[in-house]
């Protein structure tokens, strides 16, 4: 069965202090991971796609990797504007276009 | 604007009541999707499009249809609602398959959606 899990459920953060939140697979086929950033309130907002292991793709004070089980989306020193639901998504390999995304991460950071 | 658009944001019915949930987007996508979020169960794919009359079952589509006769709408139907249907919902579009590089996925607002 395809499943995502993500760690850890809910993550309080000092602003400045940096820290990783990972998202694991088991999937048939990996055909994109996707990092999403949802806000209470909101629909989730996309932030990267990697497509293979190795991959490494920033913006701002993010980073995401990708490796052949797991994807780590590194934040250096967040600031309180980072908090939110940050979810995996894992496109799997068929013949359509299923997603299946994790349960979430919810990150706060106190000023 | 690019956006997606759902409506209505809000909804509280009755069981057995039949519904309708609108997502229209004006960015002239091929793919379209719904989803529902329940508290630690996170997104499950409902049903998604990946064009005009081409439509295809995700992890949960019991009790839900879809139709896509325009490009721009998907309309998410439900002809029986259950309690066990309430959740939120979210729409989203991408101009083509995801699994092409830079491809982005655009969600609506969210609607929240009670079956008494």
């Known amino acids: 069965e395809d499943q995502v899990t993500q760690s850890p459920e809910a993550l309080r953060l000092q602003e400045g202090e940096s820290s990783s939140l990972n998202c694991s697979y088991t999937?048939?086929?990996?055909?994109?991971l996707f990092w999403y950033r949802q806000d209470p309130g909101k629909g989730p907002e996309f932030l990267f796609t990697?497509?293979?292991a190795g991959e490494e793709k920033e913006k701002e004070r993010l980073k995401a990797t990708l490796t052949k089980k797991e994807s780590f989306l590194h934040i250096t020193a967040p600031k309180p504007e980072d908090s939110a639901t940050y979810l995996c998504?894992?496109?799997?390999?068929?013949?359509?276009?299923?997603?299946?995304f994790g349960p979430g991460t919810r990150l706060s950071v106190l000023p | 604007e690019a956006q997606v658009t759902q409506n209505p944001r809000y909804l509280i019915t009755v069981t057995g009541k039949k519904l309708t949930v609108t997502c229209s987007q004006n960015?002239?996508?091929?793919?379209m999707s719904w989803y529902r979020q329940d508290p630690g169960l996170g997104l499950r794919q409902i049903y998604y499009?990946?064009?005009?009359?081409?439509?295809d079952k995700g992890d949960v589509p019991e009790g839900y249809k879809v139709s896509r006769k325009e490009k721009r709408n998907f309309p998410l139907i439900l002809e029986s609602p259950s309690p066990n249907q309430t959740s939120l919902y979210f729409c989203?579009?991408?101009?083509?398959?995801?699994?092409?590089?830079?491809?982005?996925?655009?969600f609506g607002a969210g609607t929240r959606l009670s079956v008494l």
């Open positions: 989203a579009s991408s101009p083509t398959r995801m699994h092409t590089n830079g491809n982005i996925q655009y």
């Open positions: 999937v048939s086929g990996l055909r994109g």
């Open positions: 990697l497509y293979s």
């Open positions: 998504a894992v496109l799997i390999y068929n013949y359509g276009q299923n997603f299946v």
């Open positions: 960015m002239n996508h091929e793919y």
């Open positions: 499009s990946m064009n005009v009359e081409v439509t």
